[in-house]
């Protein structure tokens, strides 16, 4: 793969530059830049974004993103619903180490027989941690306060885990996802 700039291009672009700002003595005497490796132009950016750095003051802020209106009309919890998982189902997940600090403890629950029994046994240690529920299967908004019944001090949301299955590799729920693990 050849380089972005062949080599002898780079000085006279560097000289161009350190003259043009008023630096002509460390241009001067310099030897020239030498490119190690090109890997074709492979932008840095996505490494920087994910450093989630604060934007520098001389940098435009992100641009506005609108909503279309909405007409006048309210929405509700009720018109996510219902919600499907297609990668997720309930069964037997192994427990595993994972390293996540920082992460807010997440269980993961669907409207069926075990995620009910599993909820209700684990409620009294999910709340002294304050876990946050994703409801990941659910057909209706009774289903959904049904399951909220069972365990009221808890939040629950109905939220698609499909994304959340794929990163992690989970198949199966419930499970609660903490800093240092996962576990039924």
């Not at 972005?4 to 830049?33: D, E, N, S, T, Y």
């Not at 009720?78 to 427990?95: I, K, Q």
């Not at 180490?97 to 409620?123: C, H, Y």
């Not at 698609?160 to 903490?178: K, N």
């Amino acid at each position: 793969m050849k380089p972005a700039f062949a080599v002898g291009a780079v000085r006279p672009i560097l000289c161009a530059l350190l003259c043009a700002a008023g630096l002509p003595a460390l241009a001067a005497g310099q030897p020239p830049l030498i490119v190690v490796e090109d890997h074709g132009g492979t932008s840095a950016l996505p490494y920087y974004q994910a450093l989630d750095l604060p934007p520098r003051r001389d940098q435009p802020g992100p641009p506005r993103i609108s909503a279309p209106p909405s007409g006048g009309k309210t929405f509700s919890e009720a018109d996510m619903l219902p919600v499907r998982s297609e990668r997720l189902s309930p069964g037997d997940e192994p427990r595993r180490v994972i390293q996540a600090p920082g992460l807010t403890p997440v269980f993961l629950i669907g409207d069926d027989e075990r995620s009910r029994a599993w909820l209700l046994e684990r409620k009294a240690a999910l709340t002294e941690i304050s876990a946050i529920g994703l409801v990941v299967n659910v057909g209706s908004a009774e289903a959904l306060a049904g399951l909220r019944k069972l365990a009221p001090e808890l939040t629950l949301s109905p939220v698609s885990g499909d994304d959340l299955a794929q990163r992690l590799g989970l198949r199966h729920y419930p499970v609660l996802i903490t800093t240092s693990g996962i576990e039924q």
